[in-house]
């Protein structure tokens, strides 16, 4: 398998834009993560899936945030409109979880956004 | 405060010992886990330890686990350049039924020779 792939791996954008950020999971997780990480609040839990569904998204910052799961291979994460504080680099993980084991998360290369 | 709370920095000699805590608040952790990220890459787990055990060995990776305080520790013998990384530590946090990892804020790790 070739891991939790990530795209784009960078973007630079300017405030007001739409950013749309793309994740595949591994092949026959039931759950996808997204966090974001900053050096000024470290590394924060976005919005979790499991089997597709979103099951908590208390993380997701306010309104201009959302996120997809279309599919059990694909997820999106938008922002619109983006702004200068937004600028971070999200990841994207995936995990077998199973409630009762350890839930061990395979986490992508991230995407750095910068928005100017 | 923080959920989980880690020392920003750490820096050792080639061949020591490196020992990086953390301390963490969900007592019903039923997992603890390592995480390392090297320069622009995602986080790797390097190992987990299940909250009814108190030590678990791996090759130069030695977990402690005092459930009591409340503290995680990693110990990694014979530090290497390559090591040099920063070092997450995450406690499962309860969410929607199932435990997900909450992470600190890493430890940097520097590695001179």
């Known amino acids: 398998d070739a891991g939790v792939i990530q795209s784009p791996r960078h973007e630079v954008t300017e405030m007001g834009q739409e950013v749309t950020l793309r994740c595949k999971p591994i092949?026959?997780?039931?759950?996808l993560f997204w966090y974001r990480q900053t050096m000024m609040r470290g590394l924060e839990l976005l919005i979790y899936?499991?089997?597709?569904?979103?099951?908590?998204d208390s993380g997701m910052p306010e309104d201009r945030f959302s996120a997809k799961m279309p599919n059990a291979s694909f997820s999106t994460l938008k922002i619109q409109p983006s702004e200068p504080r937004d600028s971070a680099v999200y990841f994207c993980?995936?995990?077998?979880?199973?409630?009762?084991?350890?839930?061990?998360?395979?986490f992508g290369a991230g995407s750095r956004l910068t928005v100017l | 405060g923080e959920d989980v709370e880690q020392s920003l920095f750490l820096s050792v000699r080639e061949g020591d010992s490196s020992v990086i805590n953390c301390t963490y608040t969900d007592s019903s952790s039923t997992y603890l886990y390592w995480y390392k990220q090297e320069p622009g890459a995602g986080l790797q787990l390097l190992t987990y330890?299940?909250?009814?055990?108190d030590m678990k060995q791996d090759q130069r990776l030695t977990v402690l686990l005092n459930k009591k305080d409340k503290h995680l520790s990693l110990r990694i013998a014979d530090t290497q350049t390559g090591d040099s990384a920063i070092y997450f530590c995450a406690e499962s946090a309860r969410s929607g039924g199932s435990y997900i990892p909450t992470f600190g804020r890493g430890t940097s790790l520097i590695v001179h020779p």
């Open positions: 330890i299940f909250s009814n055990m």
């Open positions: 899936f499991n089997n597709n569904v979103p099951i908590d």
């Open positions: 993980a995936s995990s077998t979880m199973t409630g009762t084991g350890a839930n061990v998360l395979t």
């Open positions: 092949s026959g997780h039931n759950s």
